[in-house]
């Protein structure tokens, strides 16, 4: 079991008192946390962290990994322009292989940003695992239902796939995807709900999106989205439902009493165009609010950084200055999307949780002065302040290396350029 | 005169089509540019730029540099309360050494996220100034007029500053900078707008910020600002407004018919709970719009690449997905800033142009893949991306270091501690 000591980090406090501990990671779990200093067991590594502080890592609650290889692909367009002529016709020519390599490109993108876990919901998800298991990260890989473009033996593989749990290991979980209410019909909803409970999985889909998607529900079912999900039974504690952009009141009560939680992506809502997240309605109402980015094709990065800072400036212009503190904003991005996909122990600086952690350079000119290190990370911060990442007791990123990732981004180059010509 | 040659760095083209080029700097201005190679001058710096692309660096058109010791001492409460209970108790205590101590750290802030040029407001001028000169970037100083809190000597020893080109050089110029309609009154924003015009200064002031201010002024004069500045002979194309949030359709055709610059600070807008910025009808207008970033204190930081970002995706938000492109924002952090300060041949990589640019680092994960480089700046970068930023023909920061930036951390740290401790 490895053993490493973070000697004399500075723990940020919510109040500005911040503690400078030493914490022992044994295994995958944070074993100590002392501010008196722990005795160092024998064969540990001993890391000098006086220069930095400990943040949780990001947890990314939504997001289509493989997308990486569509960033600037086409931007400042439609919606239905930019799927139609571009999206889904790059898409057609991704195989297994050209997966995987947009994932390694996605995966160096997130751990480089300080993300060690990641919701996804993609094709090709065999491998997905297969390079998540590689890079040393975590994911609750979706397995994707999308009703229109698959044929039922295909649908019926996911089921078989799932029941399996196939690919599943400790740092990967599958989650029941089902994409959303306008490519997944009621029935097959419904049996992805039943499914999901009957096996203990979480759900993952689209939700409220675009007012498009709120008028097609209402002309083909008569509800709203949330309704239709609340009549397939599929409304419930277990349900991460991304975006959630557009609430009625009616809506929004529906889904706070079920217990879901929404995960917001603000980026990818603004720059399509979608509208704005209702951030102060959600925190008003009581709901469970995390965060995701959704792909690199409609945001275009994966920080989560960036995610948290505008969810926490879109809730003070919603709801006034007082709105969405740092440290809970921090929450969002963290905590939150760890257990909206049943991470219980994970998203906390804290005895016995999952050792995934951030060291942030307390000397980067962001960090200073250290008023407020909760609000220098949140408000002043970016990704050039992460030295390194560990998740699962492991570095994943150290002095702001990654193993490989020259190679990475030359294959990821090539095979982009390669699907862009053809 | 310095010579510097930019070898085989790749110039973006807007239509996604880019150059390899070769970069002559003579001096402080862009003297060619060329695909074929360009012959080397005896005694010239090379220096190989294969794997960068070059970019005009930003120009921040609103901020109060020496606020950078605030960052972080009060966020997330209502505007009356931070400034009276926080910010201006702390910048009481400022003293003429803390604000060389605080310039130095906001221009090294600038710096590594690629800023070379900012337009100030705030006091100690003279402290502003000498260190501009020191750290080797540019800047529009201003000279503050706030009416509410200055003697009539010191207003006639603004004038006076200002008559003489107090401290104006190559890099530095002065601007005349009544601070808002609320701490300046009409005869005294007369007088400015009297003197600016038969002195040819350009004007910086705040404008419609907020709700307050517009309901203030109202009552007070019977006009919104914008109609009050076009009153004391202020609305003209010489003026450079920060903020711009609030406008009513007809102040919205005073603005744009008048030349005035709108520099938006959307960050600083929404974290204070001011408004949303209108990108889209100050677009639709016809309006010159230039981006800022407010003071570290409320942002929290000094990062025009965020900026510009979010005023992209705002744009898209009011206006639809193809509002804004990602040139035009870019355009909006660079030459629009640059303009909006009489920097009439800054802020583009053109021959005879000012050689202001930045390098970045065409291997980072964010700018992979390279379907569009200019979109992979404005949507996916962050400043980790920039590896080398260039200001009137000399690097200012080269592979990522800045001279002497460990020692403008250590003596802001602590001169910050001190002024919260007392």
Redesign the interface.
Known sequence: MGQIVLKSATLPGLDGNNRVVDVLIEGNRFSRIAESGIEVPAGAEVVDCSGFAIFPAFYNGHTHAAM??????A?????QK?LQEYIWPFEAKLTGADIEIACR?AF??MI?SGTVFFADMYWHRERTIKVVEEMGIRAAVGVTFAELLMTPEQIEDNFNFLAAHTGESERVCLAVAPHSVYTVGEALLKRCADFARAEKFLVHTHLSETLKELEDCERQYGCSPVRLLERAGMLDSNLAAAHCVHFSDDDMKAFVDSGATAVLNP?S????????PPIDRLLRAGAKVALGTDG?SS???L?MH?EM??A???A??Q?????L??HDALKMATVNSARAYGLLDAGEIREGFLADCLLVNL?N??M??????V??WV??????CIDSVICNGKFVMRGRHVDG??E??RE??A???RL?AN
């Open positions: 990486s290889l569509l960033r600037g692909y931007d400042d367009m439609p919606l930019w490109l160096l993108e480089k980026n809502n603004l720059k399509l165009a979608s509208g704005i690199d945001n275009n990065n920080d960036e800072k505008l926490a400036l879109l003070k212009v709801g006034g200055a007082e709105t503190p740092a000397n000119e962001r200073v002065p250290r008023h407020n290190l609000s220098n408000y002043a911060a970016d990704s050039s990732d020259e990475i981004i990821a180059e095979c982009a350029k862009a």
